[in-house]
């Protein structure tokens, strides 16, 4: 049975600040709904960790925990900006993070990172906008269980790596709305939510999955809508599928 842990990472800037962002609260709010669903592949509350506007240290010690895990997951959602070839993470105020440092220690990781790419000398960055999200994720009736055990089936099946998915491209910015959380991370439950309604798969004798490969390319055209076509998601993956499973219905 494969091992799991989710560290998801926020930072909404300063409070009553022009750039801060309320959606920041909304994406780890219903990452944490989406994940611990069946169609998110029932991952359990204590497989999840969230660090608020943490300190470098305080992320390097739990990147290095997810180690001892066979499959681990990463999303950070807040401010950020891209600088001397990589992009960078702003956490508590004043304290910034290479996101290569979230590639370390790994067999098999799926990293989101929703931030501004803006190239920066170092200016800061604000995010903007607005966004749709995921309702009823449940409608029909999922087994927990099954979910869980078909989940950890499609991980066993691909092989080690990174998958990253950024929510926009070098040097642009990254939208966000108070109400529906960032426009990227947003949209990739949205395309989720979309296939789940399509999908017409008889559970009694199937189960289907959703790799993260599918998702993301199902959030770009919505990030792309919902930006003005100003934002564009990208991702780094291997050339061969398959690719983790981002969703599973059984």
């Known amino acids: 049975m ?11 800037g300063k409070e009553g600040a022009e750039n801060f962002c309320k959606g920041v609260f909304v994406d780890i709010k219903k990452y944490k709904q989406f994940l611990t669903s069946p169609l998110g592949g029932a991952w359990l509350s204590s497989e999840i960790v969230h ?3 943490p300190t470098s240290t305080q992320v390097d010690a739990e990147v290095y ?34 996101s290569l440092n979230l590639r370390k220690f790994t067999t098999k990781r799926t990293i989101l990172l929703d931030c501004c790419r803006k190239v920066v000398r170092p200016e800061r960055i604000f995010k903007v906008a607005m966004d749709s999200a995921v309702e009823s994720l449940n409608k029909r009736s999922l087994t927990t269980t099954e979910c869980r055990k078909y989940f950890d ?18 040097d642009e910015v ?9 426009f990227y991370v947003s ?31 199902a959030a770009i055209s919505l990030v792309a809508r919902l930006s003005g076509d100003k934002q564009h998601p990208e991702i ?11 969703a599973v219905m059984a």
Request: aromatic share 12%; glycine share 8%.
């Open 187 to 217: 949209s990739l439950l949205e395309a989720t939510n979309n296939w789940f309604k399509k999908n017409d798969v008889d559970l009694t004798k199937d189960y289907a999955k959703y790799s993260i490969a599918k998702a993301h390319d």
């Open 153 to 170: 089936k499609e991980i066993e099946n691909c092989p080690d790596g990174n998958i990253v998915c950024y929510s926009c491209v070098k």
């Open 236 to 246: 780094t993956k291997a050339r061969s599928a398959p690719y983790f499973p981002f």
């Open 51 to 53: 660090l608020d506007k």
């Open 65 to 98: 925990k997810l180690g001892s895990f066979g499959y681990t997951f990463i999303l950070f959602t807040g401010h950020g900006y891209f600088s001397n070839q990589t992009t960078m993470l702003e956490l508590k105020e004043n304290e910034n993070y290479d």
């Open 174 to 182: 990254s939208g966000d709305d108070g109400g529906n959380g960032g």
């Open 2 to 12: 494969t091992t799991r842990r989710a560290l998801l990472i926020s930072n909404p």
